[in-house]
């Protein structure tokens, strides 16, 4: 799911013209999977159409992309901070 979303905002951003360091950001700040998807899996879990295994996994990858992203995307700016603190 992080790949796709990585994947899907970074091709769509190179589709509309912006430079790929920006595509490159853009797709890194789609890859959370946050409050709506806990939610949903909460509301799942609660009607029995999901086991504890299944929710677990899910908020686990909430839990995760929601640390990683912010690295990602220090990671993705980090040049770029470099190059205005030169200047």
């Known amino acids: 799911a992080m790949l796709s979303k990585f994947i899907g ?7 509309s013209g912006v430079k790929r360091r920006v595509a490159t950001r853009v ?6 999977r946050g409050e709506v998807t806990a ?7 609660n009607a029995g159409h999901i086991g504890k295994d299944i929710y677990g996994a899910i908020i686990g990858v ?3 992309t929601t640390i ?6 220090n990671i993705a700016y980090r040049r770029q901070l470099l ?3 030169l200047d």
């Open 9 to 15: 905002g970074s091709v769509g951003s190179l589709l």
């Open 27 to 32: 797709g890194f700040g789609l890859m959370p």
């Open 83 to 85: 190059i205005n603190r």
């Open 39 to 45: 939610i949903i899996a909460n509301l799942a879990y």
């Open 68 to 73: 990683a992203t912010p690295i990602f995307l």
């Open 62 to 64: 909430v839990i995760f």
